[in-house]
């Protein structure tokens, strides 16, 4: 019976199942739960996760420090006089922001539509909790009408989702990270809820509550990281990590106690079996991924970017790969899906297509998609320099219902789904553990920066696409080549591995072929250079061959990886591409003296939605915030938004002019022309810029593939 056989047979389920419920045990508010980021309840699981490891054996355990600001969510009840003239105490949930009473105290609580500026108008809300209602999923964040009503001198809001989170039941609270000041006060509350308190405001300004609460937010705390390590027989310098969140809103079953527990339960079978990797595996407990900076536009993931950038930038160069996990026990969609960096798809293709038949949990079968999202860690991981994937996790309904509420629990548990993860990912990771070169392949990447490429906006602008597209298909062409040659070196080796264990084809391995491939031979690849000269090539010249290919990807991380200002991963040419269109567009629009079809196109340029429905202040203070702080503050989005165009003189303008039917629209034209010539000129950098950072990357793939293989 070869290992993957033997590692599938030994999984044990039922022992991950009840870890993700022991996680629930530890909780900073006793009735709802939060395991939150650097809470006493997050350093008690933290504890747990490590003894968890000695109890499973893993060789080597290490705590690593990390710096965030944490958060301590106690209590938040309401009691108020409802329609029937009883008392009646409600259970609210919380935000990351500051809010501590002496008890009991007394609040009137008025009501402000959307919490939009307008529906501020003729109201005093100074010192009272506001209910507003929200759909953050389809409409703004959270902390875009807390902060204006902290503007207008509200004590707190009190949010209701109306749709997009928290739809499974009329009694659910909602969860999210705040993204904004811990100084302006924000708690959830359930639909029944907010419902009875509409009913009891109908006909009034106001109501009295008594509001018993307690959430304090306090800066630069130290939490850990916990990890455990099976060390690598022949080449433990080289590492493989594996990832997944103990922190949590309420519960967290779901989201993310089966990643950890999975993680956790992959290990501890690996080491009943008696497997010895190749290479150093690396069991990673990340704390603070829901939360952990306050009012900043990127305060999630920020334990597993402290990780690699603060407490472990060594990884940088030497982890050939990250298997993040999320959500893993539920059914999303009709098909399980990896995520993954552009760079893997090619070898996870092929691992899927010599899969043998795992566990039926879904009626189609697993395909792979790219690029990973900002959703989760793996984003962090993966613009440090280590390529990275991830169980997609946010197809199906459970995004819509039951995330971040207290109706993550067990009840869409799927053990189907569940040990079909666990057959996935633990297959997948012998299957990178087997690689002797990391298995990337760049000509996707290039291709899609290619097809990205709009030959209309660079003759428009004057860029130099014409060479862009030349560097791009010369740089696919090269990566082709190179990872050809790679892919055939990984599927000698794992033929030799096959062949050393006395096993012929392992798991369906296809015959290696003898070309330009190289198998595994002790401290040596056997390599054949050419068409029929073979050579001994020493182990250290494959892992100079590596760090060349790990240097190519942090190279394409820093130059090709941009996001938007909702955290859609997208070219930077793109982005450019996309804000030229709607300018010229807004413009055209204005001359034909089409005002509404101008504002809808300048509502979807950067973050200049806002300006339609917030004070300038709220608009400014966002809009600085993600742009204007050190990189100990923006984390992983640091230098990812790029051209940003502020517009909130020309959409405020704009809208009173539609509101006295004004048609010279002479100044704002002026300064959108004025902005798509900054725009324009930032294209023709950008498109020079790529040129360079592409022709860098071919070249060093080419030196690299002609170092180690010959020509």
């Given at each position: 019976?070869?290992?993957?056989?033997?590692?599938?047979?030994?999984?044990?389920?039922?022992?991950?199942?009840?870890?993700?419920?022991?996680?629930?045990?530890?909780?900073?508010?006793?009735?709802?739960?939060?395991?939150?980021?650097?809470?006493?309840?997050?350093?008690?699981?933290?504890?747990?996760?490590?003894?968890?490891?000695?109890?499973?054996?893993?060789?080597?355990?290490?705590?690593?420090?990390?710096?965030?600001?944490?958060?301590?969510?106690?209590?938040?009840?309401?009691?108020?006089?409802?329609?029937?003239?009883?008392?009646?105490?409600?259970?609210?949930?919380?935000?990351?922001?500051?809010?501590?009473?002496?008890?009991?105290?007394?609040?009137?609580?008025?009501?402000?539509?959307?919490?939009?500026?307008?529906?501020?108008?003729?109201?005093?809300?100074?010192?009272?909790?506001?209910?507003?209602?929200?759909?953050?999923?389809?409409?703004?964040?959270?902390?875009?009408?807390?902060?204006?009503?902290?503007?207008?001198?509200?004590?707190?809001?009190?949010?209701?989702?109306?749709?997009?989170?928290?739809?499974?039941?009329?009694?659910?609270?909602?969860?999210?990270?705040?993204?904004?000041?811990?100084?302006?006060?924000?708690?959830?509350?359930?639909?029944?809820?907010?419902?009875?308190?509409?009913?009891?405001?109908?006909?009034?300004?106001?109501?009295?509550?008594?509001?018993?609460?307690?959430?304090?937010?306090?800066?630069?705390?130290?939490?850990?990281?916990?990890?455990?390590?099976?060390?690598?027989?022949?080449?433990?310098?080289?590492?493989?990590?594996?990832?997944?969140?103990?922190?949590?809103?309420?519960?967290?079953?779901?989201?993310?106690?089966?990643?950890?527990?999975?993680?956790?339960?992959?290990?501890?079978?690996?080491?009943?079996?008696?497997?010895?990797?190749?290479?150093?595996?690396?069991?990673?407990?990340?704390?603070?991924?829901?939360?952990?900076?306050?009012?900043?536009?990127?305060?999630?993931?920020?334990?597993?970017?402290?990780?690699?950038?603060?407490?472990?930038?060594?990884?940088?160069?030497?982890?050939?790969?990250?298997?993040?996990?999320?959500?893993?026990?539920?059914?999303?969609?009709?098909?399980?899906?990896?995520?993954?960096?552009?760079?893997?798809?090619?070898?996870?293709?092929?691992?899927?297509?010599?899969?043998?038949?795992?566990?039926?949990?879904?009626?189609?079968?697993?395909?792979?998609?790219?690029?990973?999202?900002?959703?989760?860690?793996?984003?962090?991981?993966?613009?440090?320099?280590?390529?990275?994937?991830?169980?997609?996790?946010?197809?199906?309904?459970?995004?819509?219902?039951?995330?971040?509420?207290?109706?993550?629990?067990?009840?869409?548990?799927?053990?189907?789904?569940?040990?079909?993860?666990?057959?996935?990912?633990g297959l997948l990771l012998m299957a990178i553990d087997?690689?002797?070169?990391?298995?990337?392949?760049?000509?996707?990447?290039?291709?899609?920066?290619?097809?990205?490429?709009?030959?209309?906006?660079?003759?428009?602008?004057?860029?130099?696409?014409?060479?862009?597209?030349?560097?791009?298909?010369?740089?696919?062409?090269?990566?082709?080549?190179?990872?050809?040659?790679?892919?055939?070196?990984?599927?000698?080796?794992?033929?030799?591995?096959?062949?050393?264990?006395?096993?012929?084809?392992?798991?369906?391995?296809?015959?290696?072929?003898?070309?330009?491939?190289?198998?595994?031979?002790?401290?040596?690849?056997?390599?054949?250079?050419?068409?029929?000269?073979?050579?001994e090539v020493p182990a250290a010249d494959t892992r100079?061959?590596?760090?060349?290919?790990?240097?190519?990807?942090?190279?394409?991380?820093?130059?090709?990886?941009?996001?938007?200002?909702?955290?859609?991963?997208?070219?930077?040419?793109?982005?450019?591409?996309?804000?030229?269109?709607?300018?010229?567009?807004?413009?055209?629009?204005?001359?034909?003296?089409?005002?509404?079809?101008?504002?809808?196109?300048?509502?979807?340029?950067?973050?200049?939605?806002?300006?339609?429905?917030?004070?300038?202040?709220?608009?400014?203070?966002?809009?600085?915030?993600?742009?204007?702080?050190?990189?100990?503050?923006?984390?992983?989005?640091?230098?990812?938004?790029?051209?940003?165009?502020?517009?909130?003189?020309?959409?405020?303008?704009?809208?009173?002019?539609?509101?006295?039917?004004?048609?010279?629209?002479?100044?704002?034209?002026?300064?959108?022309?004025?902005?798509?010539?900054?725009?324009?000129?930032?294209?023709?950098?950008?498109?020079?810029?790529?040129?360079?950072?592409?022709?860098?990357?071919?070249?060093?793939?080419?030196?690299?593939?002609?170092?180690?293989?010959?020509?």
């Open positions: 019976m070869d290992m993957q056989e033997k590692y599938r047979q030994q999984l044990d389920i039922s022992y991950s199942y009840h870890l993700a419920k022991r996680m629930e045990k530890h909780r900073t508010n006793e009735e709802l739960g939060y395991r939150t980021a650097g809470s006493k309840a997050e350093l008690a699981t933290g504890e747990m996760l490590e003894q968890e490891m000695h109890t499973i054996g893993f060789p080597i355990i290490h705590k690593d420090a990390i710096t965030v600001d944490a958060w301590e969510f106690e209590r938040a009840k309401m009691t108020f006089l409802n329609e029937k003239g009883e008392e009646e105490t409600i259970q609210l949930g919380a935000y990351q922001t500051n809010f501590v009473t002496d008890g009991p105290e007394c609040y009137s609580v008025v009501y402000a539509g959307r919490g939009t500026l307008q529906d501020y108008e003729g109201m005093d809300v100074t010192g009272k909790l506001v209910l507003v209602d929200i759909n953050q999923r389809d409409e703004w964040w959270i902390n875009y009408p807390v902060y204006q009503a902290h503007l207008k001198g509200a004590a707190a809001v009190i949010a209701a989702q109306t749709g997009g989170y928290g739809e499974v039941d009329e009694r659910a609270l909602n969860a999210q990270d705040i993204a904004g000041p811990s100084n302006a006060p924000a708690f959830s509350i359930a639909r029944h809820d907010a419902d009875q308190l509409k009913k009891m405001l109908q006909g009034r300004s106001e109501v009295k509550v008594l509001f018993d609460a307690s959430t304090k937010v306090i800066p630069a705390q130290t939490t850990y990281n916990i990890v455990g390590k099976i060390p690598g027989k022949t080449h433990p310098e080289r590492r493989i990590m594996l990832s997944a969140h103990y922190d949590s809103y309420f519960d967290g079953f779901q989201d993310d106690n089966t990643a950890i527990s999975m993680m956790l339960s992959m290990g501890k079978t690996l080491l009943e079996i008696g497997y010895q990797p190749e290479n150093t595996l690396m069991f990673c407990c990340m704390a603070s991924e829901e939360w952990g900076v306050a009012d900043s536009q990127f305060d999630w993931s920020t334990g597993a970017y402290e990780q690699v950038f603060t407490v472990h930038p060594e990884w940088r160069g030497s982890v050939i790969a990250d298997l993040n996990f999320e959500l893993p026990a539920l059914a999303h969609g009709t098909r399980a899906r990896i995520r993954s960096t552009f760079e893997y798809v090619s070898f996870l293709e092929e691992f899927l297509e010599e899969l043998p038949s795992l566990t039926g949990a879904y009626p189609e079968e697993t395909r792979i998609t790219a690029p990973i999202e900002t959703w989760s860690d793996d984003f962090s991981i993966a613009i440090a320099g280590i390529p990275s994937m991830v169980n997609d996790f946010t197809g199906g309904s459970f995004m819509e219902t039951n995330y971040h509420s207290q109706f993550d629990n067990d009840g869409f548990y799927d053990e189907d789904v569940y040990r079909m993860h666990h057959e996935l990912f087997r690689t002797v070169v990391v298995p990337l392949d760049f000509s996707r990447v290039f291709r899609k920066a290619k097809e990205r490429l709009d030959s209309e906006w660079c003759e428009k602008t004057g860029a130099d696409g014409q060479r862009l597209l030349r560097v791009l298909e010369q740089a696919t062409a090269t990566a082709q080549q190179l990872y050809a040659k790679v892919e055939k070196t990984n599927r000698n080796a794992r033929h030799a591995d096959a062949s050393a264990a006395g096993v012929e084809n392992a798991s369906g391995l296809r015959t290696a072929e003898t070309d330009d491939a190289g198998a595994v031979n002790g401290d040596f690849i056997t390599c054949v250079q050419g068409t029929d000269t073979a050579a100079k061959l590596e760090r060349a290919l790990l240097q190519v990807f942090q190279q394409e991380q820093d130059a090709y990886v941009r996001i938007d200002w909702y955290g859609n991963v997208l070219f930077p040419h793109g982005i450019l591409q996309d804000r030229l269109q709607l300018l010229e567009g807004a413009v055209r629009n204005l001359k034909e003296g089409r005002l509404s079809a101008a504002l809808r196109k300048l509502y979807e340029i950067d973050s200049n939605r806002y300006a339609f429905l917030f004070e300038e202040e709220v608009y400014r203070h966002f809009t600085s915030y993600a742009l204007d702080q050190s990189a100990d503050r923006l984390k992983w989005g640091t230098g990812r938004i790029i051209g940003f165009e502020n517009f909130f003189p020309v959409v405020t303008g704009l809208l009173e002019k539609e509101k006295t039917d004004c048609s010279d629209f002479t100044e704002e034209i002026a300064q959108l022309e004025a902005a798509y010539e900054r725009q324009s000129d930032l294209y023709r950098k950008e498109i020079d810029t790529l040129c360079v950072q592409t022709e860098r990357m071919e070249r060093l793939l080419r030196e690299a593939g002609v170092e180690f293989y010959g020509q």
